[in-house]
């Protein structure tokens, strides 16, 4: 079991930045393929990026693709979301989430194949 733990959110203008971090204990991080999904205020959660285990494979959703980053550092068992040229409709509760026992080059991108969830972190952009 891994435990998931998400910092870094808070309120920006548009167009600003923001990075969130993930830091995951428990079992080994190299063993999850790890993503963030977010829900925004009246929404389903949706999908926003993947990173593979092995991490050079990495998907975004179409709303975020070219603004956000998403990375990984196995020594700090922590996964990290760029968030770059921000825009209100960026504004969710944003939630980390972890997959394990998958392909060590596939993207988890769909909410129902997750295995484990962050609490979720509140991202406010104001206009």
């Known amino acids: 079991q891994v435990q998931l733990v998400e910092s870094g959110g808070g309120l920006v203008q548009a167009g600003g930045s923001l990075r969130l971090s993930c830091a995951a204990s428990g079992r080994a991080f190299s063993s999850y393929a790890m993503g963030w999904f977010r829900r925004a205020p009246g929404k389903e959660r949706e999908f926003v990026a993947g990173i593979s285990r092995s991490g050079p494979s990495r998907y975004y959703a179409d709303s975020v693709k070219g603004r956000f980053t998403i990375s990984r550092d196995g020594s700090k068992n922590t996964v990290y979301l760029q968030m770059n040229s921000l825009k209100p409709e960026d504004t969710a509760v944003y939630y980390c989430?972890?997959?394990?026992?998958?392909?060590?080059?596939?993207?988890?991108?769909?909410?129902?194949?997750?295995?484990?969830w962050g609490q979720g972190i509140q991202v406010t952009v104001s206009s």
């Open positions: 989430a972890a997959k394990e026992a998958f392909p060590v080059n596939r993207v988890v991108t769909t909410e129902g194949l997750v295995d484990y």
